[in-house]
C-alpha cells in the first residue's frame, strides 16, 4: 500500500469480512481522517495499493491477452481505475495500460472481471526485478492522472483519471478487496463458475526467502550456527 498525502490518513488492514469460504481475510483500506473533496486534493496525493511480479514470472504475458479478475466490497458507489504497469530490464521504461471498473451497490461485494490486450511496446523485464504491477487506485491527484485510451497499452499514462471516486473522501469510507488473480489468456470468469486457489503458508514462506533472509548468531559455544527468518516467523538452524 502506498500513501501519499496532505489532505488524509488511511489505515491498511486485514478484514475477516470476505465474499465467500475460498479465503479467511480481505485486504482493507479505510479513511481514518477523510481525504475530502477533490478541490483540496494537493497534485501529488496518491492512495493505491499494487503488487509488483517478477519479470521472470510474467513472460507468459508477453505476447497473449491476459484475464484480471477480483472481488470488492466500497461503502459508495462509483468508477475507479485498475492500472497495470510494464516494466523493462532496467527498469527506466514503462508502458500503462488503465481499466475502469464501476462499483453499483455500496456495502455489497461484487466480482469484477476484465480481459487486458496482449502486451505491446517495450520489451518487459526478464530478470527477478519488477516486470509488471497491477495497481487499484483510490485517490489520485492531478500529477498521477491522465486520459489515455481504456484498454490499450500506452507508454504516456499514469494511474489515476480525472473522472475517478474519491474512494476515502470521508472518515469511515473503506474499500475491501479480495482474491484477485491473473490469469493468461481470454478466459471466462464470473462470480458463479469461478475457482480461486490460492498459496498456502508453506509456499508463500518459500518463494519469499528468495527474496529475504535475516541472518544472526545463535548462542553457541562456536559460534557455527545460525538461524534464518523470513519476515518474523519461521526459524531455521543449522
Avoid at 469460504?21 to 481514518?32: D, G, I, P, R
Avoid at 518487459?124 to 492522472?145: D, H, I, P
Wanted: glycine share 8%; aromatic share 12%; charged share 15%.
Amino acid at each position: 500500500y502506498q500513501e501519499t498525502s496532505t489532505s488524509g490518513v488511511a489505515t491498511v488492514n486485514h478484514s475477516s469480512d470476505v465474499p465467500n469460504n475460498l479465503s479467511t481475510n480481505s485486504f482493507e483500506v479505510v479513511a481514518t481522517t477523510g481525504y475530502g473533496a477533490s478541490n483540496i486534493w494537493g497534485v501529488n496525493e496518491l492512495s493505491r495499493v499494487r503488487t509488483l511480479l517478477e519479470g521472470t514470472f510474467i513472460q507468459e504475458f508477453r505476447n497473449a491477452p491476459m484475464t484480471v479478475g477480483f472481488w470488492i466490497k466500497a461503502a459508495k458507489t462509483g468508477s475507479m481505475t485498475i492500472t497495470l504497469v510494464g516494466h523493462d530490464n532496467l527498469d527506466t521504461s514503462v508502458n500503462f495500460l488503465n481499466h475502469v471498473i464501476t462499483i453499483n451497490s455500496p456495502n455489497t461485494w461484487e466480482y469484477k472481471t476484465f480481459v487486458v490486450p496482449a502486451y505491446t511496446g517495450i520489451a518487459l523485464a526478464n530478470n527477478n526485478s519488477r516486470g509488471l504491477e497491477l495497481n487499484f487506485n483510490f485517490v489520485a491527484g492531478t500529477n498521477y492522472q491522465s486520459s489515455i485510451a481504456l484498454d490499450t497499452w500506452d507508454s504516456g499514462g499514469n494511474v489515476g483519471r480525472p473522472t475517478d471516486t474519491n474512494w476515502l473522501a470521508n472518515t469511515n469510507d473503506y474499500v475491501r478487496i479480495s482474491q484477485i488473480q491473473l490469469l493468461s489468456g481470454n478466459i471466462s470468469l464470473d462470480s458463479s463458475t469461478y475457482a480461486y486457489a490460492g498459496r498456502d503458508v508453506a509456499e508463500e514462506l518459500q518463494l519469499c526467502q528468495r527474496y529475504y533472509w535475516r541472518r544472526t548468531w545463535e548462542s553457541s559455544s562456536d559460534n557455527t550456527s545460525y538461524r534464518c527468518t523470513c519476515g518474523n516467523s519461521t526459524y531455521f538452524s543449522w
